[in-house]
């Protein structure tokens, strides 16, 4: 499945954006991922029958899924300069699929989109 991100951009510190990640089929776990620069990839939010979050965005960003259209949605709030990072959409379409936020759970990645959070 062929994953395309968008909804990245430059923001002020506080502010919001919700990134989209449009898969050309459907697809059974998916998830976003993040690398800031000098870091290595961070698996932040997944979804499967349930959802599951990395500590450092909890309770700010938030993971949904259109199953009809086949869009993964992660809306980022109270953004903060640390957030900075490619954000990555992945998934994998097998039903046996777990949801943990292990890059190596996921087959299917996309380019990344930029999010940059300035204070």
């Known amino acids: 499945v062929q994953l395309v991100e968008s909804g990245g951009g430059s923001v002020q510190a506080g502010g919001s954006l919700r990134l989209s990640c449009a898969a050309s089929?459907?697809?059974?776990?998916m998830a976003w991922f993040r690398q800031g620069p000098g870091k290595e990839r961070e698996g932040i939010a997944s979804?499967?029958?349930?959802?599951l979050y990395a500590d450092s965005v909890e309770g700010r960003f938030t993971i949904s899924k259109d199953n009809a259209k086949n869009i993964l949605y992660l809306q980022m709030n109270t953004l903060k300069p640390e957030d900075t990072a490619m954000y990555y959409c992945?998934?994998?379409?097998?039903?046996?699929?777990?949801?943990?936020?292990?890059?190596?759970?996921?087959?299917?990645w996309g380019q990344g989109t930029q999010v940059t959070v300035s204070l």
């Open positions: 089929g459907s697809t059974v776990c």
């Open positions: 992945a998934a994998n379409v097998k039903w046996y699929c777990t949801f943990r936020l292990r890059a190596s759970e996921y087959n299917s």
């Open positions: 979804i499967k029958a349930g959802t």
